[in-house]
């Protein structure tokens, strides 16, 4: 959407002459700096984790820094559906068609944090094979994603998994590990919360039992035909990323400031959100605001999406409005910085940078106060956008 459309839009100048505006490690102000500093000494903190040949060299050569997370499980549990869903924007009906997989699939995905997703096959047992390169597999940061069939008997997933986790701590005590109960479509609210409580005992009995009390293991219910698959999804992200808690800050801050009811921080590609303000998360709010970004997406290619081409571009600067784009717009990367009126809560979406976008829901009478609100969100944006140029991987 360009500004002819949105209407409400106050562009925001900005002073060249401001700090953060020129770059350059004398020009940054006191937060960039603190941010950077902590950024730095968490770097220093996860070297020193490292095992010494993961920090060496990568495996395949792909690039380093990169969080990886692996997709593991029992044949047919839903690992390849679950990637093919959250990553490739598969339908879920379409994933009966798949088919088995029989070597390590390796995505990269290109995204704000650029990670990797490895699916592993069912039968594969990587302590039992000594062609695995363990150290190379887990020594970079990231998450192991267990995935367990709810509608299936799930004594064998759980017995591996137990295996797999007590190999893991005993060398790699920080790697996150995270059991998607998995399939839980149909079945009822009470069945699936006993199968969490007996599988979540199965598991934590068996690490008690060989002395590790506190192993980082975490449980979701999911499916890949709601929401909650991409719910569980970004709690796996948000914890690989550093100093989540200033994101969150600078949400709740947003949300107080502009009176906005929810806000998160969405990876568009995926609709996983990486980051939200501190008032509880529910799912229908997270339904709306991910539902949103699939209509911006639709429209934006319906009536064409970045970059323009010369002609394009030249009919949008062009009479009655005589103005750059740049002018135009509130930001370089939005184009679809737009109001629509839900149940009488407009909701607002404003992409941060090619990757990310800002959706919030607001209360019912802050639309009057839009000139306000654009520009705390066009704030909020720059500070997003300073924190992710300070906490790339480098
Ligand atoms: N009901 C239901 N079925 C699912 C769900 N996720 C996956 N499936 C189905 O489970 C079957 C197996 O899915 P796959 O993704 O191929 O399983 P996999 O774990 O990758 O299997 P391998 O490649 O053999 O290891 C497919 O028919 C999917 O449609 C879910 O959330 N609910």
Request: proline letters at 5%; hydrophobic letters at 40%.
């Amino acid at each position: 959407m360009d500004s002819r459309l949105r209407g409400q839009d106050v562009p925001v100048e900005h002073d060249s002459n401001e700090p953060w505006a020129q770059g350059g490690e004398s020009s940054l102000t006191p937060a960039q700096l603190n941010l950077t500093r902590l950024f730095e000494q968490d770097q220093q903190r996860q070297q020193k984790n490292m095992p010494a040949k993961a920090a060496e060299q990568a495996p395949d050569g792909t690039a380093k820094g990169k969080p990886r997370l692996l997709l593991m499980g029992q044949r047919r549990s839903g690992k390849s559906s679950i990637s093919s869903v959250v990553f490739h924007k598969l339908p879920p009906s379409e994933t009966l068609f798949l088919e088995s997989t029989a070597r390590i699939q390796k995505d990269e995905l290109p995204s704000f944090m650029d990670f990797q997703v490895w699916d592993f096959p069912g039968q594969i047992d990587i302590f039992e094979n000594p062609t695995f390169d363990i150290d190379a597999m887990f020594g970079e940061i990231g998450a192991l994603i267990w995935v367990i069939d709810a509608q299936d008997d799930y004594l064998e997933a759980v017995a591996r998994l137990n295996v797999t986790i007590l190999n893991l701590q005993r060398t790699y005590p920080n790697i996150k590990i995270e059991v998607f109960i998995h399939k839980v479509d149909g079945l009822s609210d009470d069945y699936k919360l006993d199968i969490q409580r007996d599988i979540t005992i199965r598991i934590q009995d068996e690490l008690s039992d060989n002395g590790f009390e506190n192993a980082p293991v975490t449980f979701h219910l999911t499916s890949i035909y709601n929401h909650s698959i991409f719910e569980a999804f970004s709690k796996v992200i948000q914890k690989l990323i550093p100093r989540l808690g200033i994101l969150e800050a600078m949400l709740t801050n947003l949300c107080r400031t502009c009176r906005f009811e929810k806000a998160y921080l969405f990876d568009v590609t995926s609709k996983i959100y990486i980051a939200t303000d501190s008032a509880p998360a529910d799912m229908t709010s997270y339904e709306i605001c991910s539902d949103y970004i699939d209509v911006i997406i639709d429209v934006t290619e319906v009536y064409g999406s970045w970059p323009r081409s010369e002609k394009h571009r030249e009919g949008l600067e062009g009479s009655p409005w005589n103005q750059k784009l740049e002018d135009q717009v509130a930001s370089n990367w939005a184009e679809s910085c737009m109001v629509l009126s839900d149940g009488n809560k407009p909701i607002i979406l404003r992409e941060v940078n090619k990757y990310l976008a800002l959706v919030a829901i607001m209360k019912e009478d802050s639309y009057d106060k839009m000139p306000l609100v654009n520009i705390n969100v066009e704030v909020v944006v720059q500070g997003l956008e300073e924190f992710f140029d300070i906490t790339k991987p480098k």
